[in-house]
């Protein structure tokens, strides 16, 4: 294989540990395929052996971030957004199923390779994604992601209860099955690893037992990932108390079912007792905080340092459609809020920082993936999932350069939290590869 180098320069900033920034402000990065294999003041790094005839790439006053990580998000809804004014249950079935229904053929070819995009051009480098029920839905959405050159988990929604699909209802569980392990054989560890599988149970609401042990079993059988939603909303929960009588609570559904495991991504988590929380840990399952979602649906306030204390790896997600944007930096601005939300009624609640919230957002996201070895921060040996940002778009005076030189780092991360977005991104890379560039 030919050897590639890229040189990038900027203000390099991370959050390798929750509560701890890391920056260099006239650093650099020496990408060697698709690892970072330095990183360092550009001053030094032009000096140095692997250097020699590279072409450094300058944006000027950028700031060069680890990838965003979006750990939950639905491809076929992503035209729905701030559609509707009810919470979930009714939201789902008046707004999202009938956009669900229609994501198939050529409405799903061409929506899919759109939708990619935009996660590059929000800065986002590596999403875990549920498509919609139908098998063409889900390699529509691998297609794309693989053209996309993003980092995709990928699943078809699996759902045998109240589905908006056509098959009769008793052939529902096994061709879902059927069509979703023919998926992960084709799709699980494409792309060199970069493109993987998720088994989707939608939620205990609309998916029976069965349909639920045979995901579980499957992704246990392929090593592939499963996602499903938990505790998102009161209605919901008591809805799973009426239709699994014997299970404990909602949390004891999934656990029956075998589908809390390592490699499983809880969306949501807001109203889980303490008994949930400890079996959750026990499992290291992982949790997708989902706030703009949960502002939008009004689904409640998740209870972060909770979770946290029991040592749950979470990551942030947008939840297209219940969260109004695929933009990372709004949802880890929410989360800031809804701790802040909190606070009112728990005073002495501690306050979610933008810089713990750039961690949740990366390296954070990265360890609920399983992925923390590989991705979410900037040290060498990491594959080189960047987003660059360019500090201008994001400045209140945009032309002033010497405002510029006197932000800190966390000035640079609160800026990017509060105003960062699509309008800022410079360029996008996944494993070295450009993936989004502003025109
Ligand atoms: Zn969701």
Redesign the pocket.
Known sequence: MERQLLGLRGFLIDAPAFGALRSKRRGALIIENSRIVEVGDFDDLRRSERARGLEWIDHGAAAIFPGLIDC???LPQYPAVARGESELLPWLRENIFPVERDFTGPKAREQAPQFFHELARHGTTTAMV?SAIYEDSCDVGFEAAKASGLRVILGKVMMDVGSYGTLQPRKVVSVSLLESERLCRKWHGAEDGRLEYAFSPRFAVTCSEKLMRGAAEMATRFNAYLQT?LA?NKEEIEKVHHLFMGARDYTHVYEKCGLLTPKTVL??CIHLNSREIAAIAAAQSNIAH?PT?NFFLGSGLMKLDQLMKAGINIGL?S?VA?GPELNMWQVMRAAIDVQKARANYEPNLRPLRPNEALHLATQGGAKALGKADKIGSLDPGKEADLVIVDLASIAPYSKDRQSLDDLSPDDVVALCVYRGGPHATVQTYVRGQRVYERG
């Open positions: 939950h998000t639905h549920y939603h998102e969306g949501h989902c979602s997600g939840d219940a």
